[in-house]
């Protein structure tokens, strides 16, 4: 190959230089502000993990997700192809077309332009066809990226065929971004097709130029054709300029986001720089759509993942806030999501900021008397030793037959237990801690592991997987904290209790705390398998639905809730099961309220066939 | 004036030089579910709060609408947002955002949009 013009410059190089630079120096100062916001030890964290090895993890991360898309291919292949063309196929022509400078115009190396408008600039030989190689690999992978292209276009109207119900609303920044992206391809297809009788090409770019040339010989007319090299450069330019304020943010974010991730940095904050980064590291792909029963059930669109994520963009954060309150925090959109953005987490830090709850004299009443009411203080009471705490939880209480099961249960199995919250007990503290509310949720956390402690059991078992999340996690216990279903599971296999099989046909209901929040998947389907016969659904597992009662929304109607519950119910029966079992308080009476299967705890069929 | 035997109660929300239903009305437009409250005392007769304080929603959701603020300010946060209230609650009321309201009403002073 050899230099085709002795000049090194067409003045079509100027919009995409201008974009070039843009970009450049808006991606430094982005990257100096976000760093700059990361406090002291983020700051160090993420030093240390640039300059060790595990940077190569990062990297790998980097290159199958940001990519390759793997996560996306999990979900659907067409999808998941759709992705790789363009990420991966853009990539590989960037890299490609550096490599061509490289070997046969090294001395261009410091034009930006030139790998980019090479076919233009250089020409191949009939003596040396050395290029012929990179020519088929340039137009192998520009073939690459117009199917995916192709794709991207179907899927703006045949979304069913990409697994997706629903797909993203493109605002008017998006569709000016999306437009340059969907031509920049296209016309740099058409320009080195017709340039191909010139400096040459391979079977895409040759063939079509030979197609264009039956027609008409533009070789010797080259200053008609030169205006589709001014499009493509113009193409580059707008999708540079847009590329902040659009949704390919994320195609910048992404990487700093893994490397952060993995650095192990969290938000405490949303202006954090963490929180900047993950907010903008969001595809907007829209993945997260389908699975938000707030959607798909209720409605309510501008509360799921995808729209929250936005107005943070916006700085919206009144309309943040709200979508925050209403959500359901059932994780079902993070579990989803192919970047990883814990939405949820986020949600919590928007509430954190708005929320004004905590007051010191605010919960008093848990140690001394209040003036008011003169009832003893919560944390008075004194506890006997034991070995095993049964813990039922507030709401437990209001669907009693769990407790009572849960007290026949530990009766019969011989252990040394005391029901400690028989009387009524304080809270757990985490539905003030999803509220908003930090420093309260401190209190309550306080007395509460004061009261465990004196007790020196060994156990501590809780019916509420809202409790049993926050003891486990939150909660410094130096004893074991099990869930029912855990403890019910344990008991069985130690012999300690022993059900008759009534062949009974149950449908599991896995609640978000217990199952997807905290990872309990296979105790409850384990005890559940020694009663009756257990009958699987498409919403077993990670997959679970939200009853629509979680405790997290503070403002999402009931009317909606109900709605989603029903819903729920509908899609958990299709096979006709004799009942619905749950284990969460919460979820059993958003069920009951459907009226249209029983509802039970498991440990209320676990009780019912004990045999004593 | 017609004697009908029994006595009429002085009424609570008529007298406007003390009655302020402005955060009733605020909150309304925030939480609309509080509008269905029947004042039936199910939140409080199981509240958490209400164990150890004198603590009682469908009180406070009174004073509330009479216009009455001063006298729960004080004690509004001692709810532990723990949701058996909301749970409870026959008519489906959001117990738990009238509380965060009202709370951040009194002690921010005021209610975003
Ligand atoms: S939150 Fe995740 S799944 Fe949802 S649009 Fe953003 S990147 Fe996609
Ligand atoms: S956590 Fe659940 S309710 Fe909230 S946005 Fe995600 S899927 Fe929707
Ligand atoms: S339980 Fe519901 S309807 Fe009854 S007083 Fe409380 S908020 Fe009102
Ligand atoms: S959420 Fe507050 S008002 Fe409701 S039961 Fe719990 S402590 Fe009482």
Same mark, same amino acid.
């Not at chain 1, 030979?210 to 027609?215: D, G, L, N």
């Not at chain 1, 928007?350 to 848990?366: A, G, I, S």
């Not at chain 1, 009317?559 to 989603?564: A, C, T, V």
């Not at chain 2, 239903?21 to 007769?45: F, H, N, R, V």
């Given at each position: 190959m050899q230099e085709r013009l002795v000049n090194s410059f067409d003045p079509f190089v100027i919009p995409y230089t201008f974009g070039l630079i843009f970009l450049l120096t808006y991606l430094f100062i982005a990257l100096i502000r976000v760093i700059q916001a990361l406090p002291n030890d983020d700051k160090f964290k993420l030093l240390k993990h640039i300059f060790s090895l595990k940077i190569f993890k990062s990297m790998k991360e980097i290159f199958l997700e940001?990519?390759?898309h793997v996560k996306i291919w999990k979900k659907n292949w067409t999808l998941g192809y759709m992705h790789t063309a363009l990420a991966f196929g853009w990539f590989m022509l960037i890299i490609l077309g550096h490599f061509e400078v490289q070997l046969? /115009?090294?001395? =261009?190396?410091?034009?930006?332009?030139y790998p980019i408008f090479f076919r233009y600039f250089m020409m191949e030989t009939e003596t040396t066809m050395q290029g012929s190689f990179f020519f088929f690999m340039m137009d192998l992978t520009l073939l690459l990226v117009l199917s995916g292209l192709v794709l991207a276009i179907i899927k703006r109207f045949r979304r069913k065929l990409f697994g997706m119900k629903r797909t993203t609303k493109l605002r008017w920044n998006d569709q000016i971004a999306v437009i340059a992206l969907w031509s920049i391809f296209p016309l740099r297809f058409l320009a080195e097709s017709f340039y191909s009788e010139i400096s040459g090409g391979s079977f895409l770019t040759a063939g079509m130029g030979s197609i264009f040339h039956w027609f008409y010989n533009f070789t010797e007319n080259e200053i008609y054709i030169r205006p589709i090299w001014w499009a493509y450069s113009i193409a580059l330019a707008v999708f540079f300029i847009m590329l902040p304020w659009s949704r390919f943010t994320h195609i910048l974010t992404e990487p700093l986001f893994i490397i952060m991730r993995n650095a192990g940095i969290r938000e405490e904050? =949303?202006?954090?720089g963490y929180g900047k980064v993950e907010i903008y590291s969001c595809?907007?792909?829209?993945?997260?759509l389908d699975p938000c029963q707030l959607v798909?059930?209720?409605?309510? =669109?501008?509360?799921?993942a995808i729209n929250y994520t936005r107005h943070l963009r916006l700085w919206k954060s009144e309309k943040a806030h709200q979508a925050a309150s209403i959500?359901?925090?059932?994780?079902r959109c993070t579990k989803a999501c192919p970047v990883g953005v814990d939405t949820a987490a986020l949600k919590l830090n928007t509430k954190h900021e708005v929320?004004?709850?905590?007051?010191?004299?605010? &919960?008093d009443y848990l140690t001394s008397k209040t003036a008011?009411?003169?009832?003893?203080? /919560?944390? /008075?009471k004194t506890l006997e030793p034991t070995d095993v705490i049964y813990f039922a939880g507030c709401m437990t209480h209001l669907t009693p037959a769990t407790k009572l099961a849960m007290t026949k249960i530990l009766e019969t199995s011989g252990e040394r237990f005391?029901?400690?919250?028989?009387?009524g007990s304080i809270c757990c503290g985490r539905p003030v801690l999803l509220a908003g509310a930090r420093k309260s949720a401190n209190e309550l956390m306080k007395k509460n592991a004061e009261l465990f402690k004196q007790?020196? /059991?060994k156990i501590l078992v809780t019916s509420c997987p809202i409790c049993y999340k926050f003891f486990k996690e939150n909660y410094d216990l130096d004893m074991r904290v099990l869930h029912h279903s855990q403890y019910i599971q344990e008991l069985l296999k130690e012999g300690k209790i022993k059900v008759d099989p009534n062949g009974a046909k149950i449908v599991f209901h896995d609640p978000c705390e217990l199952g =997807?929040?905290?990872?309990? &998947?296979d105790a409850p389907r384990e005890v559940l398998k020694s009663v009756g016969e257990l009958q699987s659904t498409? &919403?077993?597992?990670?997959e679970s639905l939200c009853c629509?009662?979680?405790?997290?929304?503070?403002?999402?109607?009931y009317r909606k809730r109900h709605m989603i519950a029903n819903d729920a119910v509908e899609k958990l029966t299709t096979d006709h099961p004799d009942v619905l079992a749950t284990a969460c308080p919460a979820c059993k009476k958003a069920f009951s309220e459907t009226n249209k299967i029983a509802v039970k705890d498991l440990a209320e069929i676990v009780a019912e066939n004990l045999k004593c | 004036m017609i004697n009908f035997g029994y006595q009429r109660n002085e009424?609570?929300?008529?007298?406007l030089d003390t009655t302020h239903s402005e955060l009733y009305k605020k909150l309304l437009d925030k939480e609309?579910?509080?509008?269905?409250?029947?004042?039936?005392?199910t939140c409080a007769a199981t509240c958490s709060a209400g164990q150890f304080t004198d603590f009682n929603l469908r009180k406070i959701m009174l004073l509330c609408k009479r216009g009455d603020m001063q006298s729960f300010k004080p004690i509004i946060?001692?709810?532990?947002?723990?949701?058996k209230c909301q749970l409870a609650c026959p008519k489906g009321v959001n117990t738990r955002n009238i509380v965060l309201i009202l709370n951040k009403y009194l002690h921010a002073g005021k209610i975003s949009k």
């Amino acid at each position: 190959m050899q230099e085709r013009l002795v000049n090194s410059f067409d003045p079509f190089v100027i919009p995409y230089t201008f974009g070039l630079i843009f970009l450049l120096t808006y991606l430094f100062i982005a990257l100096i502000r976000v760093i700059q916001a990361l406090p002291n030890d983020d700051k160090f964290k993420l030093l240390k993990h640039i300059f060790s090895l595990k940077i190569f993890k990062s990297m790998k991360e980097i290159f199958l997700e940001c990519l390759l898309h793997v996560k996306i291919w999990k979900k659907n292949w067409t999808l998941g192809y759709m992705h790789t063309a363009l990420a991966f196929g853009w990539f590989m022509l960037i890299i490609l077309g550096h490599f061509e400078v490289q070997l046969f /115009a090294p001395h =261009r190396l410091n034009l930006p332009w030139y790998p980019i408008f090479f076919r233009y600039f250089m020409m191949e030989t009939e003596t040396t066809m050395q290029g012929s190689f990179f020519f088929f690999m340039m137009d192998l992978t520009l073939l690459l990226v117009l199917s995916g292209l192709v794709l991207a276009i179907i899927k703006r109207f045949r979304r069913k065929l990409f697994g997706m119900k629903r797909t993203t609303k493109l605002r008017w920044n998006d569709q000016i971004a999306v437009i340059a992206l969907w031509s920049i391809f296209p016309l740099r297809f058409l320009a080195e097709s017709f340039y191909s009788e010139i400096s040459g090409g391979s079977f895409l770019t040759a063939g079509m130029g030979s197609i264009f040339h039956w027609f008409y010989n533009f070789t010797e007319n080259e200053i008609y054709i030169r205006p589709i090299w001014w499009a493509y450069s113009i193409a580059l330019a707008v999708f540079f300029i847009m590329l902040p304020w659009s949704r390919f943010t994320h195609i910048l974010t992404e990487p700093l986001f893994i490397i952060m991730r993995n650095a192990g940095i969290r938000e405490e904050h =949303r202006n954090s720089g963490y929180g900047k980064v993950e907010i903008y590291s969001c595809s907007r792909c829209g993945i997260c759509l389908d699975p938000c029963q707030l959607v798909s059930v209720a409605s309510l =669109r501008d509360s799921a993942a995808i729209n929250y994520t936005r107005h943070l963009r916006l700085w919206k954060s009144e309309k943040a806030h709200q979508a925050a309150s209403i959500c359901l925090m059932c994780n079902r959109c993070t579990k989803a999501c192919p970047v990883g953005v814990d939405t949820a987490a986020l949600k919590l830090n928007t509430k954190h900021e708005v929320v004004t709850f905590h007051t010191d004299q605010q &919960y008093d009443y848990l140690t001394s008397k209040t003036a008011e009411s003169g009832a003893e203080p /919560a944390i /008075a009471k004194t506890l006997e030793p034991t070995d095993v705490i049964y813990f039922a939880g507030c709401m437990t209480h209001l669907t009693p037959a769990t407790k009572l099961a849960m007290t026949k249960i530990l009766e019969t199995s011989g252990e040394r237990f005391s029901f400690i919250d028989e009387d009524g007990s304080i809270c757990c503290g985490r539905p003030v801690l999803l509220a908003g509310a930090r420093k309260s949720a401190n209190e309550l956390m306080k007395k509460n592991a004061e009261l465990f402690k004196q007790t020196n /059991a060994k156990i501590l078992v809780t019916s509420c997987p809202i409790c049993y999340k926050f003891f486990k996690e939150n909660y410094d216990l130096d004893m074991r904290v099990l869930h029912h279903s855990q403890y019910i599971q344990e008991l069985l296999k130690e012999g300690k209790i022993k059900v008759d099989p009534n062949g009974a046909k149950i449908v599991f209901h896995d609640p978000c705390e217990l199952g =997807r929040n905290s990872g309990v &998947y296979d105790a409850p389907r384990e005890v559940l398998k020694s009663v009756g016969e257990l009958q699987s659904t498409a &919403y077993d597992g990670a997959e679970s639905l939200c009853c629509g009662h979680s405790i997290a929304t503070e403002s999402l109607p009931y009317r909606k809730r109900h709605m989603i519950a029903n819903d729920a119910v509908e899609k958990l029966t299709t096979d006709h099961p004799d009942v619905l079992a749950t284990a969460c308080p919460a979820c059993k009476k958003a069920f009951s309220e459907t009226n249209k299967i029983a509802v039970k705890d498991l440990a209320e069929i676990v009780a019912e066939n004990l045999k004593c | 004036m017609i004697n009908f035997g029994y006595q009429r109660n002085e009424s609570a929300t008529l007298d406007l030089d003390t009655t302020h239903s402005e955060l009733y009305k605020k909150l309304l437009d925030k939480e609309p579910s509080a509008a269905t409250c029947i004042s039936c005392g199910t939140c409080a007769a199981t509240c958490s709060a209400g164990q150890f304080t004198d603590f009682n929603l469908r009180k406070i959701m009174l004073l509330c609408k009479r216009g009455d603020m001063q006298s729960f300010k004080p004690i509004i946060n001692r709810c532990m947002v723990c949701g058996k209230c909301q749970l409870a609650c026959p008519k489906g009321v959001n117990t738990r955002n009238i509380v965060l309201i009202l709370n951040k009403y009194l002690h921010a002073g005021k209610i975003s949009k």
